[in-house]
């Protein structure tokens, strides 16, 4: 195996001046937005709800994202004895020989301790719909479910891409010319909460 946890930590903190990869994503980095998925209402049948997460999910990442991009794929999970590592991802891959390129380590965060996996890869490797739909479905009585902290790295135009639940999602970039047009595009999916501090880190 080559080192490619060292690999991703020097562009992690080459790019985005961080140490490690942690939520809240958008309040952590410089340059980002953050966006809503649900539109959470006491009216909305929960399928509506869901088909909609599901739409601006997948919608956003292809705006990101084309089939040959390369990526790195990261995700923490709190271990557990009868998980293997290679059983999160296994689901999710096209071709089951990359688990053997899977870098896994052990990180303490806030006096907890992950498991922290990273693959690098292309897209077209990865079932991106049906893995963004788990992560949507993880608090939601839905299968399947997906139950980890997840990000996807464009290694080409350093962005992040963060989907914490079915509630909304994180894209962080290296260059705020990377975001603008995607906020012009989808403004107004943009969290109403976090508007303003999002329009002052774009400089708009």
Sequence with gaps: MYKLNEEL???????????????????????GIRFELGEDSPYIEEKHYMN?????????FKEIFSFNDSIYLV??????RKMKATGVLKKYIKNSA?????SVEKIR????????????CHVKDIKIEKMLEAIANQDMNIHPKLGCECYF??????????MYDDRGLDVVAKSVDKLIPIYKQYSEWVLP????????????
Aim: aromatic share 16%; glycine share 2%.
């Design 193 to 204: 909460y976090d508007k303003k501090e999002i329009i002052s880190k774009l400089g708009l």
């Design 98 to 102: 990359l688990k053997y390129c899977l």
């Design 9 to 31: 930590k020097k562009y992690i903190k080459d790019n985005f001046d961080k140490q490690e990869l942690s939520p809240p994503l958008f309040y952590n980095t410089e340059l």
């Design 75 to 80: 995700w923490f999970v709190k271990p557990d």
């Design 109 to 120: 965060r806030e006096g907890e301790v992950f498991l922290k996996m990273a693959l690098k």
């Design 52 to 60: 909609r997460v599901y739409y601006r999910s997948i919608t956003l």
């Design 153 to 162: 790295i464009n290694t080409k135009k350093k962005i992040i891409y963060y």
